[in-house]
């Protein structure tokens, strides 16, 4: 029902496929790459989502909202499917089964921006960036992260020399390696540890729920 309506596209580094408070156009499905949704604060931009090859951009569509507060930027470069807004309507409207699989998806989306609040809330900012390297190397299939210090002091939401100190941390711990313009990870088990409960609950929760789509 889908398939006439997608469209392959290139997804550019910080390209905003959503614009705040814009009209939705398209619905984008990452097949490789990663898109953030970021909230605007006072205290500048700051990461309340992350989508990957397991979900989609555009969750507002689903939910009969046309625009949406937070942006929507490419934060690792690489390929989707879109599909206009418009057409994911009609097709959700024709097809129960597939509205049911999108709501699921968007109820497990709402969970992982709840548990961002509480990391970003509870924890040490080597914790939040432990639980961030681990939710980014779920989604992308290669050695080398492409994360850089400013890009991550954006995504959560602290100042550059915070990040920087704890990329040493993690580095100085043999959890990470870092490298100008990217990440790799050493120690995945030394990293969910040191996530603690930050990690873990919105990413069982995903495959609960999608498991029953």
């Given amino acids: 029902m889908l398939q006439p309506h ?18 939705i156009q398209h619905v984008y499905f ?25 979900g989609m951009a ?3 569509v689903v939910l009969g909202i046309d625009h949406s507060p937070h942006g929507y930027m490419v934060q690792a470069e690489g390929e989707a499917l879109r599909i206009p807004a418009q057409d994911l309507r009609t097709a959700l409207r024709h097809s129960p089964s597939l509205n049911s699989a999108f709501l699921r998806y968007a109820h497990a989306l709402m969970v992982q921006t709840a548990e961002t609040a509480y990391a970003n809330a509870g924890f040490t900012i080597e914790a939040r960036l432990a639980r961030w390297i681990l ?4 989604r992308l299939a290669r050695e080398d992260l492409p ?3 400013d890009f991550l002091s954006i995504m959560l939401g602290v100042r550059r020399p915070g990040v920087t100190i704890a990329v040493q941390n ?5 959890l990470i390696r870092a490298k100008r313009g990217g990440i790799t990870v050493l120690d995945r088990t030394g990293l969910v540890e040191l996530a603690e409960s930050a990690y873990g609950v919105s990413e069982a929760e995903y495959a609960s729920v999608m498991a029953e789509a």
């Fill in 147 to 149: 994360l850089t210090h």
């Fill in 6 to 23: 997608l469209e392959p596209v290139s997804l550019g580094l910080r390209q905003w496929v959503i614009e705040t408070q814009q009209p």
């Fill in 170 to 174: 993690l580095e100085s711990n043999r």
């Fill in 30 to 54: 990452p097949e490789h790459g990663i898109v953030s949704v970021l909230a605007d604060t006072s205290q500048g931009r700051i990461e309340v989502g992350l989508i990957g090859p397991e």
């Fill in 135 to 138: 939710m980014t190397d779920d």
């Fill in 58 to 60: 555009g969750v507002p």
